[in-house]
């Protein structure tokens, strides 16, 4: 079999699937990220360079800087230049960083201490010549560095700016928390003893190396990771957990999403009806209970998994959270499905994109909802072809999802989307269970296929900047 070397999957299920503080993978997790690793960076700097520091700058591009006030952006680059990771940076911060804005936070620079807050942050170009649409520029900048009444008047300032940046950094957030900086290449130290670049060829490899999709899928990841079979199902138990936690507290809170759109949380009132049902609408009910949950948590940002981001991540766990309840299936079918359902949204990654800055919606909902159809079937022991078309019959039917978050808060669509979806990924995983496998005629390359070129040619105005469709058309006061 040939494969194309280059675009090789060599990412593991715990880089996919990361824990981390909502609302918006792409706008707090890498940001947070981009602010920790330049804190990192600084230290190494010469010391008369470190001398002559006067202050940080953090700039926006793209959507970062058309929805980043909504999504918490500033928030999450401070949190990062004070050293934070976004897998542990406590939430106590992030809401201190909320409610008292005005308050002075430090980023260390060898012997100084630079104060930070929301003032340095300029939101800048929304379309951009960058390589990613999500761009962040973060500057040391010197003590010529002039203030901003005389930044204002300055005619010629690109020649006097550029002479006072000590040190800068360009990163780009590329969707689902990754993140990528100028100059960035992608590790080629590991090799996967089972290479795949998409559906087709895992598919094929299952068929040559006599393993099921799990197992295979299981020893990459022992090479990718350099964990042994028994940590990697420690930590997917850890992943598994925090998704049903982040369920469980979303169905038991009360009250109303931060913002101006003055949303009310409706998890712990369709959990009550839910409960209160006797029907056939009950497994609905409780399909939208548990994926308004964690999307309710994302939206306050409290922690959850990226699945395969924050604005999705209510899809996978309210599905996965049916599979214990209702089809009472075990930890280790459930392991079995997150694997797989991480593969799906590697797939969507190396060959379409997952941000909603970068393909639309359909990168976000569409990818989880297919994850969540494979995770379905596969944990229910299906074939490898029944899974690939329950992904792909998920995927399809949201191509052309756009991103049009209102006020720019991940609220409105974004967390009845999570409830649709999950209730799709069942649905697609229904029909791929109850159909002849082998006529299903689309694959899930060509529809993530489809989804890559569809998002190239989507219009900005849909695609995580809240300048169009709903966005735009939603009026609240
Ligand atoms: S509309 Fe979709 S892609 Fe956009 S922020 Fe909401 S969940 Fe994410």
Known sequence: MIINTDKVIAMSIFD?????????????IAPMQAGADFAQR??????????????????????LSATGKGHGTDRAVIAGLMGNESSSCPLTLL???LNMPQEKRVLDVGNKKLPIGSENIEYCAIQHNFPYNNTLIIDLLSENYPNKEILTNLRNKTDMLSESILFSWEYYSVGGGFLQWKGWTASKTVHPPHPYSNMTELRMLVKEKDLSLDELLLENEVAITGLSIDEINRKLDVLINIMKDTV??????????????????KAKRLKERADSLRTFDQYLCLLDAYAYAV???????NTIITAPTCGAAGVVPAVLMIMHEHFHLDITAQRSGLIVAAAIGFIAKNNAGIAGAEVGCQGEIGVATAMAAAMLAQAQGYSDKVVENAAEIALEHQLGLTCDPVGGYVQIPCIERNAIGAVKACNAALIAENENPDSHIVSFDTTVKAMGEIGRDMNCKFKETAMGGLAVCVIYC
């Open 16 to 28: 996919l699937l990361k824990i981390g503080p909502g609302p918006s993978s792409s706008h707090t």
């Open 42 to 63: 600084i230290k190494k700097l010469e010391y008369h360079l470190l001398n002559r520091v006067k202050g940080v700058r953090v700039r926006l591009f793209g959507s």
């Open 95 to 97: 809401n201190d960083l």
């Open 248 to 265: 469980l507290r979303g169905v038991s809170t009360d009250g109303y999403l931060p913002g101006p759109i003055g949303l009310k949380r």
């Open 295 to 301: 999307a309710e948590e994302n939206a306050v940002g």
